[in-house]
DNA sequence: CGGTTGCTTGAATATATTCAAAGTTAGTGG
DNA sequence: CCACTAACTTTGAATATATTCAAGCAACCG
């Protein structure tokens, strides 16, 4: 549950060409020429603690994202302040695209742990799209990524039992989480608190608790330190029906 | 609750600068190259009958699509028949675009009435990307709308009462009706029967049905011939807590 | 130590599902 | 024109699932 996050003294500290990220085999390889522009599109780091606010609801954010490590949430809200977690953003995925392309944002970013970002100026993204269609092409297919897990999402909320809704969340944080090296050769271990799990499947708190329980009984997951510590994906996967992402390798900008 | 369907005896019945949608203040002015190239990016027409699939989860289409005319849904399903119904869809939406860009489909659509479409192929998107970076920057844009109508109703899935859930969607659907046309000067009239709303809303058919009664007793809708005849949207919107898609103006392909 | 945050529990209530059946409507074929 | 069917809507009752309310507990922090 731990997240490398070392304080600001430059405004860039990881270059792309050494992205850390970049290295796993979950991302596609990037030529010289596609390097060099997203190096260049890069205007600084963002770190931020656990709690902060990245992007809210209703502002009209000049930036666009690419975690570079720590986990967070999106999220959307009611008048009456019920809650509505939409997804996990993790490393490697892009937050604020929807901001940058519509306008204002129609949902807000909470970072569940320490996070660090690689910012990126919206104004830039139309000469990304003149200069580099192969960049372009990647970022509908990240955007068309995030409705695939949207559409995952909403079947398991609107169709799955409380159990088989709790088991494919943990199975599907924790199978994300693990393509982009969290965990590395033991188990993944979520920073999230009963609190979000229950805002994320449209249930109440008392009945999540009740929930993850069962799971406990059968020794799928551990809850501790305030988190989740998910033992047996594949336990989760075969109790929700779920076959997972089959994804091969992305784009990473 | 109509659909122009002409037998199809021409490949090209409507060339895309007299396209009839095109014409709707919805839709964003093309300059004569971009609408020269969409004409070219189009390749027939497609007309299917109400109830017919045009896409299904796990096929590999070779086809990407724009509604010219008639309704339809997306869906997914669990192994036991559970249905989840994600997103509805109308003229000017483009579907399989998902498919296109990562090979197979992970979700089905199905006509909810007869449907014409303008028929795209997926191998010269990446020309598209390559010529027009307007038109890949408005299919990026499509594909972000998508994905914030997904968060809206997952936000009411998860959170909305029965009652506000019932009221949102219906709000929802007309809305975007009126917006392309449908339903002229009067009220809009949706093609769906209550096991659709069931389904998309994530409940039981008879808990739908004592639901939408609410809305019927407080003159909000009305259910006939097999469809939903909207009276007023600003009443759902107001009792669901929704103030609207403030979309302006959207590209159409 | 006192305060806060997060987890847990039981009981009362509300919401939703399942089961079973019947009514309605439009369409089909005799 | 009528009987018959299929698809859709409606209803009531029994049951299951989930929420709310109300406490209490454990861990952590200043």
Redesign the pocket.
Known sequence: MSVQSSPTDMARQVSCANCPLRALPTFRAFDDEELAFVSSFKRGELSVDKGATLLSEGSNSAHLFTVLGGWGFRYKLLEDGRRQILNYVLPGDMIGLQGSLMGKMQHSVEALSPMLLCMFERDRLMELYRGYPGLAYDITWIASREERMLDENLLSVGRR??LERAAYLLAFVASRARKVGMGGSGKVEIPI???HVADTL????????????KL?DRKLVQ?R??GCKVLDIDGLMALADWTGLDESTRPLL
Do not use: E, P, Y
């Open positions: 039992s409380a608190t009963q609190q449209g249930l109440s708190l008392v009945h999540t608790n009740k929930t993850i329980r406990l809850w330190d305030g």
